[in-house]
Each structure stands twice: as structure tokens, then as C-alpha cells.
């Protein structure tokens, strides 16, 4: 064949990219088969008899390593049917248990057999009646056993039909995804070109450590047995395949020195932990003096005030409506040591939060050693943690916000850093040219420019110091989440959906503020 | 016309240079100082650089000087490096190698306080994308420039409102940038330059991303204003007929090298390689070619048939050929170029004339 539209020519070493030059081996046939493929909008028959017999051989041949991958799977998923249909001992747990229970009855019936010659009559009436219960255990334990043994044949037939569809899936699949694979080296990824005996023994190494270990767990009754049978003890009688042979001895010992690692690091750090726990109180007693000494009218009266003047009418409203749920309820204190709690938790993440999240911004390198840390914090399941926050800080209120940190400061750093990152370079430089300080480009330019996202993170900041609350009342954390708590340990469904109901409207009353005096700074009211 | 003569008197008078280049480069790259190194000691090219030492030339061995009150327009397409060039005047980007003074001072030895306080007092820049504060009013971003500076709000408002107004945007104080169509938000950029009264202005492309008819309009009212506050300007585009609008000289650059220095009219009539000239070509250049540029002087015309010159009209040397052209219709006679005390000094005859607007050479 001439050079087509399809050939393209490599503008660096000026090599032809042909499927000719691809192919190598069988090139006529693959050029006649990607032409059929090429010249149809939709599904064109292509059959390819070498991929349909030898499977995913071929594709480690031809250097396809998707085709060999599934094909792999699906070959071995078959087989093991086919493996389990005719030697897959199907019954012998079934088997066994009948088995067992015989002789249960056997031994059972000679003992009647010697009570009777005693003359307890009574006593051997009563183990007859039991040998005659397992006779019938026995008898459904060895029904089962055959259906099993019957199932087997609809298994075996499965298997091979499921083989066939699987080769049949083969040789129409290898052409498309050849010519994919040809697509892809064409436009210059390395792609293997023709057949590679290299690709075929790393293909067969695979295919050996993966498909007979695999037949024998699953058509073998007691695979570690066969396999030590077989082999003649080689591996020792340990080995197996079933289980990793090992057993919790590594993982106790780590797991204690653990403990005695945080031992250490609370007694010698005590006086810090201290330190914290102190500093958090203060911030938590200052906005419960706030919150709850205040007269619960004044505190009402000021914050639908303050929605109505930052958020609006309609908030001021909901707002209102919220409070009055909360104080009919005679939810009112527990509320606000809640919002005391969380408005603590909330302070300290945007506090510390902020300014990370302006370094994690300006440093890339910082960032990535960052970017773990936030991801241990946000997925890590909040008990994992809450265990060591008992060692350092005890328990009460205090470590409960210190687990909400923990939990909601992440997005708020990650946020910020991204607000920060997303301050267009030009407009930095501008402010630059006009003599700017550091300084003053942080507070005039990047930092106005990265509200919105930092909004964002403050936002969603106090919504997940909000879901902390349940959490943090497990520490001893007083209020709602408490009562939630309480709830949960007398199944006291009316109580715990009052307490949630309650929970969700302290969320919802603090967003909405927030967002309200956002939207009024950035001046889309 | 007066262009030509004002600029013969300013290359007399070089002492008056505001910004002056030497010998700078800008190699980008973690290797600079040794890829400097070498391309000074072994003068490698700058496929070389990139080879050797994955660095990148941004600008190389560039000189020149501007002098007070000029503007000085830098040409080139994208990629020449004339953006990276004109950020080293305000020392955006620091030169790997050379000399750079700016007003009498040695930009490069400034310290952090000395050089913020230049860019803050002395050289204004406007950004081909404006770079305008989007959270501000136009006000206050006009004021930006003395905010930095320290001064109070009502000093602010007020120089900000007269900068404004010279830019035509009085009543537009309280808007937000992006309430303001592209040309608009220019001119704020432009009166934020402005506002600092700076005796440089350094502007990056300021027009480009501007549709044609109001990128003239904006160069009409830049000129304007230039006129008017005679200020040294430093102007970057990548359009030849903008820098032969706006430009008192203008200066060619490729691949980080300045090419070619001169007049528009030197750059059009006598370009001095195949880069240049497949610029020029499409000017026109009736304003542009001046009489003095093609006459035949005087003493060594020879007329195909005697004529005598009382007869013919008379032109200034100073004279573009569009002036020509509707001189030579009305007259079969050649034309006579006066100088300016009026004597005789050249002649200009049809073929010259058809020369001159063919190619600019006489």
C-alpha cells in the first residue's frame, strides 16, 4: 500500500507511522482489518482467529496490555467455573457435617443400647428421641450434600458457555483495540510495535502467578491441604493461601509501644497540653458568658437584630422562628453553650486557619507538605484521633473544640490557599509597579481578591464544626450534642430528633448570617 | 513635519536621556549566571542556551537610551521579549547582566524601601490587561498609586478626580471596573498611571486587547494627553502602525535583540534587514518619507530638459510625500525643496516622487 491520508510522518526523526510499520508481523491482514474498522461509523464484524484462541497471550504478544488484563480476568472467572463444576468438591461441607452427626448418633444409640441392658428405660427413651432428631439433621445435612453435588452440572455448563462468550469477546474486541493502541503510537506514545517475545514471557509470568493459585482456591475443598499433598510438603504445613500466615504478633507490638509512646508524650509535654486546654477555655468561657449569662430576651432580641440589618428581612424572620423553636423546646441554654462550643471551634480554625491557608498560598512547597496533613485531618474517622486528645487533654469541653478543629479547619486553609493562588498574577504585578509592600499587596490586592473563597471556607468551616457536635459530646463536651447522645443510648427517638432539629437550626441561623454579610460585602444584595 | 525637526535637535543633545540601557540580558532559567557565563565567554545562540543549559534568552544585549519627553515605542511580535524588556526598567524582573539607569539612578543598586519608592513616585505603568482592582471603585482605584504612597483620602479623591477627568471618565468615579467596557477600564489604567504624576510612563501593550476603533480613539487621546504633559514614554506594542502613530523613535525587536533603532521614517525608508523590511512593507508611507529623504540636491540635478526654477513650486524640506503628491498634480513643473531660510537645497521630479512612494528610496 501507498502512503494514505492516515499515514503520518515523525517531524523530529522522520520515521513512517503506518499501520504496515506498526503491525510488522501480519501487516496485510491488519491493514485490511483497520481499513474495515476505519471506513464504518458503527460496529464493523472484524474477527481475529489468533486473539479468539490464544487470549490474553495475544495481547501480551501484541503489547496490549488492556485486552491481556481483562481477558485475564474473565478467562479465569470462567475456568474457575468450569474447575468447580468437575472436581469442585461442592458437598463436602454438607458431607462432612452428615458425617459427623452419624457418628454422633452412633455413639448415641450404643449408649441406649447400654442403658437398656441397665434397665433405665426411661433414660434410654429420652437418648432415642435425641439419636432420632440428629437421624434427621443428618438425613437434610446429606440432601444437601447431593443437591450440591446436583448443582454442579448446571456450573460446569455455565462455565464452559460463559468460555465461549469470553473467546467469542476476544477475537471481536482485539482488532478495536488494537487499532486503538496503533492511534495512540501513531501520535507518538510509546507503544510496542509488532510482536515482542520479551511481552509474552512477562504476560505468561503473570498469568502463572495468577491463575493456578487461583483454580485451586476455588475448585479444591481444602485448598492448603492440596497444596501441601501435592508438593510434598515442600513449603511446610504452615503455608497457606487461604490466610496471610501471619498472625497479630506484629501488630500488638506496635500497638503497645503506641501506647507507651503517648504515655511519653503526655507526661512530657504535659505542661503544653495544659497550656492549650488553658487557652481554649479562655476563648469558651468568654463567648459562654456571652451566650448564656447574658438574658436570654437581650441575647434574642440582638441576634434577630443583627440578621435582620446583615441578612435581611427574610433571615431576620427564619431567624426568629428558629430561636422560638429552641425556646419552647426548652432547648434555650443547651443551645448556647452548642453555639458557644462550635463559635470557639470556628474562632480558632479561621484564627489559625487564615493565615496558614495565606502561607500554604504562597508557598507551592509548603503546600505539599501541607496537602497530606489536611487529608489526614479530613478523613481520618474522628474516633482515631479523639483517643489521643483523652491522653493529652483529658476530657470535657475544651478537647471536644479541639477535635472540631481538627475536623473543620481544613477547608478553610484550603480555601484561602486557593483564593490566594487564584489572585491573578498581572494584577499583583500591577500593584507591584506602583511600590506596593508586601504587606500592603496582601491586605489591598490578594487578600480582597481571595474573599469570596475564603468566605467559602469560614462558611463551610462552621458547618462541619456544627456536624462535630455529636462527636465532640462523646469526650464530655456538654449540650446538644449530648442530649443527641443520650438519645442514642435510650433509643429515645422523639428526643433525638428534637435535639437534631434543634442542631440544624443553630447551623442554619450562623449561615445564613454569614452568607447575608458576605453577599452585602461583595455587593451582590 | 515638526516630528523630523524635534527629533534632529533631541539626537544633538544626548545628556538628556532619562532611561538608559547597556548591554542588558535576561536569561530565564535555574542556570542563568552560568548559561550568562558562557554565552558571553563562547557567544552561544540562543538554541544553544536551551540546549546546554535548558535556559531560556528573554532579552539579549539590549542598549539604548530615551531622552526627556520622547516617546520611545518598542516593536516586536510576541516572544521578542519586549514585555520582559520594559519590566526591567522597574526592576518587575531583575537583568541577569548590564546597566540600567533611570532619572540619574542606577536602578539596579536601589534597595527594597529606594525602589519602591521610584515605582511609587517616579514611574507609572499601564498593563496591556489593566489590571485593574476589581473590588474598588474607579476611584479609589485611580488613588491606588498614592494610597501606597501614604497620602490622605481627600488628597486622594482629589488628584484621582483630576486624573479622571483627563481621561474623559468624569462621572464614572463610583462605578466598579467591571461595569466598564475594555476602553474605559484602559483609560482607568491610564489615569491611574497619571495619578502619581510620575516622569516616566511605562506602557505594556495598553491598546492591544482593544477592538481597532477605539484602540485609535485611545492613541488619539494618549498623544493628546502626551502632548500635553510631556511625559518620557517607554510604549510596547506589537503593531508597527501604532509605534509609527505614537512614536518619536521606535525600536525593533527579535528574538531578544533589538534589531533596529530609529525615526519612523528611517525605519520604513531604510530597514536595515529582511526582519524589518517584511514589516515595513505594508506601511504606506506618504507621512512618513519626508522630502529631504529623497530630493536630488540641487547642484547635482541633471534636468532631462532644461527648466528653469522660477517657475516650479516651492516645498520645506519637511514636506511628506502626501504633501508632494498634491503639489506635483496641480504642476507640470519639478518641485523645488526650500530649507528653512528659505534657500534652494534640492529637487524633486516626477520619477523621484514616483520612487519615493514606491519604496522610499530616492
Not at chain 1, 496558614?356 to 481520618?380: C, H, N
Not at chain 2, 532631462?304 to 522660477?310: E, H, I, K, L, T
Amino acid at each position: 500500500m501507498t502512503m494514505s491520508a492516515a499515514d503520518a510522518t515523525d517531524s523530529r526523526t522522520g520515521d513512517v507511522r503506518n499501520v504496515r510499520t506498526f503491525a510488522v508481523e501480519n501487516a496485510d491482514y491488519y491493514e485490511a482489518e483497520f481499513e474495515k474498522i476505519e471506513g464504518r461509523t458503527g460496529f464493523a464484524l472484524s474477527w481475529n482467529w489468533a486473539a479468539a484462541i490464544l487470549g490474553p497471550v495475544w495481547g501480551t504478544a501484541r503489547g496490549a496490555w488492556g485486552f491481556f488484563w481483562i481477558f485475564l480476568i474473565l478467562e479465569l472467572f470462567a475456568l474457575v467455573q468450569v474447575g468447580r463444576g468437575l472436581w469442585g468438591e461442592l458437598g463436602a461441607d454438607e458431607l462432612e457435617r452428615y458425617n459427623r452427626i452419624r457418628e454422633n448418633v452412633e455413639n448415641r444409640e450404643a449408649k441406649v443400647a447400654e442403658l437398656r441392658a441397665a434397665g433405665d428405660t426411661a433414660g434410654a427413651d429420652a437418648g432415642q428421641r435425641i439419636a432420632d432428631n440428629l437421624k434427621v439433621a443428618a438425613e437434610t445435612a446429606l440432601e444437601a450434600a447431593t443437591a450440591a453435588n446436583a448443582s454442579a452440572t448446571s456450573i460446569l455448563i455455565f462455565g464452559l458457555a460463559l468460555f465461549a462468550f469470553v473467546k467469542i469477546a476476544e477475537g471481536f474486541y482485539a482488532n478495536y483495540a488494537y487499532e486503538a493502541q496503533y492511534l495512540r503510537w501513531r501520535s507518538g506514545k510509546p507503544e510496542q510495535v509488532g510482536l515482542s517475545r520479551r511481552s509474552v514471557i512477562y504476560g505468561m509470568i503473570g498469568l502463572a502467578a495468577i491463575w493456578p493459585l487461583t483454580l485451586v482456591r476455588f475448585t479444591v475443598a481444602d485448598p492448603d491441604a492440596w497444596i501441601s499433598r501435592v508438593t510434598g510438603g515442600l513449603f511446610g504445613d504452615s503455608w497457606s493461601i487461604v490466610e496471610f500466615p501471619v498472625g497479630k504478633e506484629y501488630f500488638t507490638v506496635l500497638a503497645l509501644r503506641g501506647d507507651a509512646g503517648f504515655d511519653w508524650l503526655a507526661i512530657r509535654f504535659g505542661g503544653a497540653f495544659d497550656g492549650i486546654t488553658q487557652g481554649i477555655r479562655w476563648v469558651l468561657d468568654g463567648l459562654e458568658v456571652i451566650l448564656i449569662q447574658t438574658p436570654w430576651p437581650v441575647v434574642m432580641f440582638i441576634t434577630v437584630v443583627m440578621a435582620y440589618r446583615l441578612a435581611g428581612p427574610r433571615v431576620a424572620i427564619f431567624t426568629a422562628a428558629a430561636l422560638a423553636y429552641l425556646a419552647f423546646m426548652g432547648l434555650w441554654e443547651l443551645s448556647m453553650i452548642t453555639v458557644a462550643l462550635i463559635g470557639a471551634g470556628a474562632f480558632l480554625c479561621v484564627l489559625i486557619g487564615i493565615p496558614l491557608g495565606i502561607w500554604f498560598g504562597k508557598s507551592r512547597r509548603a503546600y505539599t507538605f501541607a496537602e497530606p496533613v489536611l487529608d489526614f485531618m479530613q478523613t481520618m474517622p474522628a474516633f482515631v484521633y479523639l483517643i489521643p486528645i483523652i491522653a493529652f487533654f483529658g476530657t470535657g469541653k475544651p478537647p471536644g473544640v479541639l477535635a472540631t478543629l481538627i475536623f473543620a479547619m481544613p477547608p478553610v486553609v484550603r480555601l484561602t490557599a486557593l483564593g490566594m493562588r487564584g489572585v491573578p498574577e498581572t494584577t499583583k504585578e500591577a500593584a507591584l509597579a506602583f511600590g506596593c509592600t508586601k504587606r500592603q499587596l496582601l491586605f489591598n490586592v490578594e487578600l480582597p481578591l481571595a474573599l469570596p473563597s475564603i468566605m467559602t471556607g469560614i462558611n463551610q468551616t462552621i458547618l462541619m464544626a456544627l456536624s462535630m457536635v455529636v462527636i465532640a459530646s462523646l469526650i464530655g463536651a456538654e449540650g446538644l450534642g449530648a442530649l443527641i447522645l443520650e438519645s442514642l443510648q435510650y433509643a429515645a427517638k422523639g428526643q433525638g430528633l428534637l435535639g437534631g432539629l434543634a442542631i440544624l437550626f443553630c447551623a442554619m441561623v450562623i449561615d445564613r448570617i454569614a452568607q447575608g454579610v458576605y453577599r452585602k460585602k461583595s455587593g451582590n444584595v | 513635519m515638526a516630528r523630523a525637526d524635534t527629533h534632529l535637535i533631541r539626537q544633538s543633545d544626548m545628556s538628556d536621556s532619562v532611561i538608559e540601557l547597556k548591554n542588558v540580558w535576561k536569561i530565564f532559567g535555574s542556570d542563568a549566571n552560568a548559561a550568562m557565563d558562557a554565552v558571553l565567554s563562547r557567544n552561544l545562540s540562543k538554541a544553544d542556551v536551551l540546549r546546554e543549559f535548558s535556559c531560556v534568552v528573554g532579552i539579549a544585549d539590549v542598549s539604548f537610551s530615551v531622552e526627556k519627553g520622547e516617546i520611545f515605542c518598542v516593536m516586536g511580535l510576541s516572544g521578542s521579549g519586549k514585555s520582559t524588556m520594559v519590566r526591567h526598567l522597574n526592576r518587575l524582573i531583575e537583568p541577569t547582566a548590564g546597566a540600567i539607569t533611570v532619572l540619574g539612578q542606577d536602578i539596579l543598586s536601589l534597595n527594597d524601601a529606594e525602589l519602591r519608592n521610584v515605582r511609587a513616585n517616579r514611574i507609572g505603568m499601564v498593563f496591556q490587561h489593566m489590571a485593574l482592582l476589581p473590588h474598588r471603585t474607579v476611584r479609589d482605584n485611580v488613588a491606588f498609586p498614592l494610597q501606597v504612597r501614604g497620602e490622605p483620602k481627600s488628597r486622594r479623591w482629589e488628584v484621582s478626580q483630576r486624573c479622571l477627568d483627563r481621561v474623559n471618565l468624569t462621572g464614572y468615579e463610583d462605578r466598579f471596573p467591571r461595569e466598564l467596557s475594555g476602553g474605559m477600564q484602559q483609560r482607568v489604567g491610564l489615569a491611574r498611571a497619571l495619578a502619581s504624576d510620575p516622569d516616566v510612563l511605562l506602557m505594556d501593550e495598553p491598546f492591544s486587547a482593544l477592538d481597532p476603533l477605539i484602540r485609535r480613539q485611545l492613541q488619539d487621546q494618549f498623544m493628546a494627553l502626551s502632548a500635553e504633559l510631556g511625559k518620557t514614554t517607554v510604549f510596547i506594542t506589537h503593531d508597527l502602525d501604532e509605534a509609527i502613530r505614537i512614536g518619536n523613535r521606535i525600536a525593533i525587536m527579535n528574538d531578544g535583540r533589538i534589531v533596529q533603532i530609529g525615526t519612523p521614517e528611517e525605519i520604513v525608508t531604510r530597514p536595515t534587514d529582511d526582519y524589518v523590511r517584511d514589516f515595513v512593507e505594508g506601511i504606506s508611507k506618504l507621512k512618513l518619507v519626508f522630502a529631504h529623504s529623497i530630493m536630488v540636491p540641487i547642484n547635482e540635478y541633471v534636468p532631462a530638459r532644461p527648466v528653469n526654477f522660477d517657475e516650479s513650486p516651492r516645498a520645506h524640506l519637511g514636506s511628506d510625500l502626501d504633501h508632494l503628491i498634491d503639489i506635483a498634480i496641480t504642476t507640470d513643473h519639478v518641485i523645488v525643496i526650500t530649507d528653512d531660510a528659505g534657500g534652494d537645497v534640492g529637487i524633486v521630479d516626477r520619477a523621484t516622487l514616483l520612487r519615493g512612494i514606491q519604496g522610499g528610496k530616492a
